[in-house]
């Protein structure tokens, strides 16, 4: 049963399909609200046949109440068994639309030079016959890679190296391209692509990737429309019906809007002096406090009242507030570098609301790489903003996504109507806070938005974004372009030592491209420890060092690999230690397990990605064993565990075998999309067997991130013999063995071979949100 609620037209749409082998009969359809209180939708009698759909409509008044239930009762024909059905709904508040809707004009166009396509058709390689603006940029190119981003380079530099990547994905996607294809008309302006008809893989492919569809061989007759969903077929919905379903023409066009944000966002950077802001040296901190005071003419704050009473305790997280809020390393960005657990978010959400509370004239723009870690952002500043102040801005895709998304979010954003709703002028000039994601802050300019009424910027989970996606909202929105000022305090949260960028290009690797700007930052001098202390310096940087999130046994790894071992164990020891002394932990002090089992990867055909049935299992029966025992008097629920797994198909195999388990709270995914999140139970399936490297597994970050998301209780389900063959593997191995926290087969551990690799996990589409 599915069901739809218009507030606009007060009706209820419900949609009931049988899907039993059995005949059913259905008797009652009921809307409860309140206190039990009840509406009758339906009540008679229809015979329903596996397959048949019974869809009605009935026109309800809202009621008070904002949550509903809407409940199905049907009898399965010639027993006694009678079938129940629940459908929740949550009504958003409906909000009064603060002025007209702005007029987005179109990003510019940024084309692909025909001499950079020249260069790339052929490698990148010296060639007598290139035009000579081919062989001029060429030269270019190879002087900038010798002498490294510097701030004579910096702007060419960047925009050579996306130019790279949009081409190269721009032919990646045109390898789509099915020159005869054939659709199958499932519903109305849907149709069934079969994958069978690629020529290639089409690993890139995913949900929201626009469509073009040619009806004949002059190309004039276009149909436009998007992938809507993507399992063993894609279903495509066109904006018109087609009227031709055979031999037609269907293309896959690269979507330009990320990269062209990019480029304007360099358009707008150029003009900054670039030593002060992006390359500071080691006078930038002296020269900062003169150019502050001279620009702002704000007093320094120093006495604060605490929203959150855990700051009042930290001193690393109190040192950062105070010195993003007094703009310490202005022009220069301030960064909050923030280990996992240590309340990085915590730090941002409160820094906010003190600027919030006591710079009375400022405004905030607070940006993430993600729509998660936004939500996540907006939720905890509701807390302490009045809805009023806050205005959270989504982009058109993401309509796509707001199942499970918070509804106070919603409401104080333009979807709160759950579609998507172009932003009045006054959702920004009447807000103090404005909540988007790096690419998006973009639209601010094609929204013509005043844009230096934003004194603060804060970009979240910056080194997992390369550094010109950074650019975006520092470009975008705190550049004045008259003036070639930094109009705006930069703050960079993130952690260097977890996952960085997404590079799928192997020529891009190890190029500016594949850094962030946090992690190139913090390899400057003035962002390093200083070596007569070991301290950082707090007017440009701040280290948080307090781990609240888990058990010390949990983190000790990375903690010694890649934080110089200055974490500190400062979690609810309620919340990190109710795992210890557990009957099933090889070693009851330790509470993690390394469960070996020699499994088989299997290859996916349509996705390239691997997955490995005998891990799964084992996943299957630790999660089942964790769900049927208590340990130590605790019994977990399913949103207490997650699965963490590298490759997309062991994703999606272990996702599927839980919902045949029942289980479909579970959430299962990749380092990538667990990175920032917690639970109290984590399961990793390293899915690498039999095979002489352990391929992308080898980036440490990756291990560094699965390793420190759980609060109590990690298992580690993988081939010890294939994993000791990277050396950072080995070395987590050897901490394994000493705790004596081994399950299954016993290993030793032997050094292992240095290795590289070239492997990037087939990451399914692109997300300009």
């Not at 359809?29 to 206190?35: F, K, N, Q």
């Not at 820094?351 to 993430?368: E, M």
């Not at 301290?535 to 701040?542: G, K, L, Q, R, S």
């Amino acid at each position: 049963m599915t069901v739809e609620f218009s507030i606009r037209e007060s009706m209820v749409v419900v949609n009931v399909q049988n899907l039993c082998p059995q005949v059913l009969i259905l008797r009652w359809i009921y809307l409860y609200y309140g206190r039990r209180l009840r509406v009758s939708l339906f009540d008679g009698v229809v015979r329903m046949v596996p397959g048949y759909e019974f869809t009605m409509e009935k026109e309800i008044h809202e009621k008070e109440d904002r949550s509903y239930e809407v409940v199905l009762l049907c009898d399965v024909l010639g027993t006694n068994f009678r079938l129940r059905e629940t459908v929740l709904i949550n009504l958003l508040s409906p909000r009064k639309p603060r002025g007209l809707p702005i007029n987005l004009t179109k990003l510019p166009v940024f084309e692909v030079p025909e001499y950079v396509k020249e260069v790339y058709l052929n490698g990148f390689l010296v060639n007598q016959h290139y035009s000579r603006n081919a062989s001029l940029w060429l030269e270019r190119f190879v002087k900038y890679r010798e002498e490294k981003l510097d701030q004579s380079n910096y702007v060419d530099y960047l925009r050579m190296l996306n130019q790279i990547d949009e081409f190269d994905s721009q032919l990646q996607m045109e390898r789509y391209t099915i020159e005869n294809a054939n659709l199958e008309e499932t519903l109305p302006n849907e149709y069934l692509l079969a994958i069978d008809q690629f020529k290639v893989p089409p690993v890139l492919l995913d949900v929201g990737c626009h469509v073009q569809v040619f009806s004949d061989l002059s190309k004039s007759t276009i149909t436009r429309g998007k992938i809507i969903d993507r399992s063993s077929c894609l279903i495509i919905q066109t904006e018109i019906p087609l009227r031709k379903l055979h031999s037609v023409r269907i293309v896959f066009p690269l979507n330009r809007t990320q990269f062209k944000m990019e480029y304007m966002a360099l358009n707008h950077v150029c003009r900054l002096d670039l030593n002060s802001v992006l390359f500071p040296g080691p006078d930038s901190t002296a020269a900062s406090a003169k150019t502050t005071k001279k620009v702002f003419k704000e007093e320094l704050i120093t006495q604060f009242e605490w929203f959150q009473e855990c700051i009042a305790t930290n001193q690393q997280q109190k040192q950062a507030i105070e010195n993003i809020i007094n703009r310490t390393a202005y022009p220069a960005p301030y960064i909050l570098f923030g280990p996992p657990g240590t309340g990085k978010t915590c730090t941002i959400v409160e820094a906010v609301l003190q600027i919030w509370k006591l710079r009375k004239k400022s405004r905030i723009l607070v940006t993430a790489t993600s729509n998660f870690a936004c939500n996540e952002l907006t939720r905890r500043l509701l807390k302490y903003v009045p809805s009023t102040d806050i205005f959270r801005y989504f982009s058109l895709t993401t309509e796509r996504d707001i199942h499970g998304m918070d509804l106070k979010v919603m409401e104080v954003s333009n979807m709160h109507y759950g579609k998507y709703e172009t932003p009045s002028a006054q959702d920004f000039t009447q807000t103090r806070i404005l909540v988007c994601t790096v690419m998006i802050s973009a639209r601010l300019l094609q929204l013509h938005v005043d844009r230096s009424m934003y004194d603060y910027i804060f970009i979240d989970e910056c080194g997992s974004c390369k550094e010109l996606s950074a650019l975006v909202p520092i470009g975008c929105v705190g550049t004045d372009t008259g003036s070639g000022t930094l109009h705006a305090s930069v703050v960079l949260a993130g952690d260097p030592k977890q996952l960085g960028p997404v590079t799928r290009m192997p020529y891009l690797r190890n190029t500016p491209h594949d850094v962030s700007l946090l992690e190139r930052l913090m390899n400057l001098s003035i962002y390093q420890k200083d070596l007569n202390n070991n301290e950082y310096n707090p007017d440009m940087v701040t280290k948080l060092l307090d781990n609240y999130r888990s058990h010390g046994a949990l983190f000790q790894f990375s903690n010694e690999q890649f934080y110089d071992g200055e974490l500190r164990a400062k979690g609810d020891p309620a919340i990190i230690n109710w795992a210890v002394n557990w009957h099933r932990l090889p070693n009851r002090a330790f509470p993690m397990i390394f469960h070996s089992v020699i499994g088989y990867m299997q290859k996916d055909a349509l996705t390239l990605s691997y997955w490995n049935v005998q891990e799964a299992n084992k996943v299957y029966e630790y999660v089942q064993l964790l769900l049927k025992e208590q340990i130590n008097g605790r019994i977990l629920q399913q949103e207490d565990i997650g699965i963490v797994t590298p490759y997309s198909s062991q994703v999606e195999f272990i996702t599927n075998g839980l919902s045949m388990l029942g289980l479909d709270n579970i959430a299962v995914g990749s380092a990538e999309q667990y990175q920032g999140r917690e639970k109290a139970v984590i399961i990793i399936s390293t899915v690498r067997s039999n095979r002489t490297t352990v391929g992308f597994l080898a980036d440490a970050r990756r291990l560094n991130v699965a390793l420190t998301r759980a609060q109590a209780l990690t298992i580690i389900v993988g081939n010890p013999a294939n994993l000791m063959k990277d050396r950072t593997w080995y070395k987590f191995l050897k901490l394994i063995r000493a705790n004596k926290a081994i399950a299954g087969k016993i290993f030793n551990c032997n050094e292992p071979i240095s290795e590289q690799t070239d492997e990037v996990e087939p990451m399914n589409g692109w997300n300009f949100a």
